[in-house]
């Protein structure tokens, strides 16, 4: 094996990993954005369980919790401000519109 040869090999080899570390990276970098979105589904529906079902609550409270949730949404996705507008809080809204009997 001549030395041109074996530095074309060498070279083969080197990308064949970066490439399997590139693939290793974004394979992590989405299960770490599932378990953001699993944790984020936990804290919504666990907030519209306390707003619909605990008899105490005020709509003060209600509406701090709502905000709560929204804090955490937008501290796991920072840009992400428009899609919470668009998916959570609607259905936020309109849970504590029906507790409180809002208009």
Do not use: C, H, W
Not at 38 to 55: E, T
Not at 57 to 70: D, I
Request: net charge neutral.
């Amino acid at each position: 094996m001549d030395i041109p040869e074996y530095a074309k090999t060498q070279a083969k080899t080197e990308e064949s990993f970066a490439g399997a570390n590139d693939q290793a990276q974004q394979q992590a970098e989405t299960a770490e954005e599932s378990r953001k979105i699993r944790r984020l589904q936990l804290v919504i529906s666990m907030v519209m369980s306390v707003i619909g079902q605990d008899p105490s609550l005020t709509l003060e409270e209600a509406s701090e919790l709502a905000a709560g949730a929204k804090r955490a949404a937008l501290a796991m996705f920072p840009d992400k401000e428009l899609a919470f507008d668009l998916l959570y809080k609607p259905r936020l809204q309109r849970l504590i519109r029906d507790r409180f009997r809002l208009q």
